[in-house]
């Protein structure tokens, strides 16, 4: 069993940037699907990206051009570059593995990745104030 641990979030103005982070232990994510999601109040959790092992990557529409995912195998850490951040990015954010080792990431509307990921982290608040 992986356990995944979020970092990173925190409180920024808009246009504002940070980095997550999310570590894992137990158990590798070199091989799986990874993933972030966030859950904004009153909302249900959403998609924001993916990445495969071959660092092929996926995002939503809300956060292209803003928002990087990467990872580092050899560290078993996954990683979010957010930049320019706005009001609506504000949310709990989680970092996830996907159920099958060397699937491939799931395609398709954002809202439909969820079912896809089986080990979730605690969440790492985002908040962006205007």
């Known amino acids: 069993q992986v356990q995944l641990v979020e970092s990173g979030g925190g409180s920024v103005q808009d246009g504002g940037s940070l980095t997550l982070a999310c570590l894992a232990s137990?158990?590798?994510?070199?091989?799986?699907?990874m993933g972030w999601f966030r859950r904004a109040p009153g909302k249900e959790r959403e998609g924001v990206a993916t990445?495969?092992?071959?660092?092929?990557?996926k995002y939503g529409d809300s956060v292209k051009g803003r928002f990087t995912i990467s990872r580092d195998n050899g560290k078993n850490t996954l990683y979010l570059q957010m930049s320019n951040l706005k009001p609506d990015d504000t949310a709990m954010y989680y970092c996830?593995?996907?159920?099958?080792?060397?699937?491939?990431?799931?395609?398709?509307?954002?809202?439909?990745?969820?079912?896809?990921?089986?080990?979730w982290g605690q969440g790492t608040q985002v908040t962006v104030s205007s």
């Open positions: 137990g158990d590798t994510v070199s091989g799986y699907c």
């Open positions: 990445i495969d092992d071959f660092s092929n990557t």
């Open positions: 996830a593995r996907h159920v099958g080792g060397g699937s491939p990431c799931p395609g398709g509307k954002t809202s439909l990745w969820q079912p896809f990921f089986g080990d």
